[in-house]
């Protein structure tokens, strides 16, 4: 049976109905923003999000009767857990912009009353505030086993309970362990002997770095790096750095063994002073990388290891946070500071912002990168580098156009932003042997399509004359930046095919597709794989020049 191709917009395939970012209310006084930004992370990561979202509701002693994991929770002034999720509720499904954060901050400052933390109008330390949260959602999850029915509200932890709650496993683990529970094993062994002493097991919701150390080794690294005459540094990241910190500095080595990955890897940085050099900054935000392999940090193998993506961070700047993250839905970084709520196109614009204003990045929040997902982001990267050639283009009224062909196991993707100034239209066309039957994967923007010329207008510009301004018969093209701000876009178009049962996948330009039906190169392609003859790129060009093509032709052909 023929294969049917599933069109797959991979770029929208991420795109998650509930979210849309929102601001966090901070009244004058309040001082809310340590809370809104880990509120934020919290809710940026999918998978806390998600967990969260589902996660049943307490039956407080109120409450008539149990709610659907969905169903709003009932409320309850003293529950962190129930503010935390009922707040969550609100981000899923409310109509504002800004919502306000007052429920959470009231229910810490009662748990924590006692300790005279969290109380109104405190600043507090986003870090600690981050663990507290996911301490109390621990204890949650084993009040009904370490304190049953010991009082009529037993669910709603305090700080006593919650620091009890912290020397006791989950089993199962609970949302905050499943999420950031990372654990460790240190085994210390000596350099010169090999001996190896006692070790020691650690279990924790961030991974803490000194960025003093973390600088040290990039010194000495540099170093040697230098006095070896290359110039890789670039290359090396922040993590291989920390890597490096134990066999650099003692010569009682630590091994660290990895024994738990979490869903979400959590670095705490420790500044050596609150007011870093501007110096400091570039070098720490420089070194931030957009993919953390375990194998960089831990001795752990590369097979059981995960990939984890960066996702976000928590930065500060004298008594004041903001949090930054990525938004894989809409596919831009967003900066949250309190009620304002700013979309930055990149990381280098986004890292622009941190640093005008000193801000100093204080948790790096890394999530696992699914294989489906690593597929998409590929993709994602991909298009946005091909974005960026644009720069190169200022100035010129130069068009250009890319097909981008990335196989993955069983996987084709394409990316293919269609058609230039040239009209070099080009196509992709697999072949299958067994039925001579041929997919079109590719599309042309062109004006005169409805959809184009609707986004188009929507973008400001017009067609006329089926052209873009009148002037351009193509609707998406590389360059050409005069007309960037009529309609004209760079964004690709992205298919996912799936090519086993595909013999062979043609990308020619409209020098060959105006001259040769799509059933006519199929059979060619065929026969010569039949008959064991090559060049078939070449004999498609040769093909199409015989039937009266004048035009210059691009072709390649790719067999699977
Ligand atoms: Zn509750
Ligand atoms: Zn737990
Ligand atoms: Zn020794």
Redesign the pocket.
Known sequence: MPSVAQPVDALHHGLRPTYRARGLENQSGANHCFLNVVIQALWNLQSFRKRLLQAPCHTHSHAASSYGALARPAGNDHCCYCALKSLFHEFAVSDRDVLPPDALRKALSLAYNAQGRFQSGDMEDATETIEVILGIL?AC?LSSSLAPSASPRAQCVHAEFIEEASRFG?HP??L??EVF?VEYVDVPRCTFCGATGEPTVTSAFTYGVYVTELLECREHLAGQVHSEGADSLGAMGLWQSIHLVPVTRRTLATERFLTRQPQTFLLSLAWPSSSPTREQLIQVLSMIQARLYMTEIFETSAETSVLYGLRGLVCYSGMHYVALFWCPSQRHWVLFDDTCVQEKEDWSSAARVLLSGLFVPTLVFYERVQADAALEESLEELAQQVCELEVVLVGSSLGAIAIVVVTRSQTLGTLVPLPSMDREETQTLPVQEDFLRSTRLSVDHRPTDAAEARRIREEGGFVTMGRVSGELAVSRALGDLLLKNSGLSCKPSVRAHDAKRDLALVLASDGLWDFAEEKEVAKVVVSCSRNGLDHVAHRLVQEAQRTGSMDNITCLVIFM
């Open positions: 621990h999850s989950c683990l609970c905050s362990h529970g």
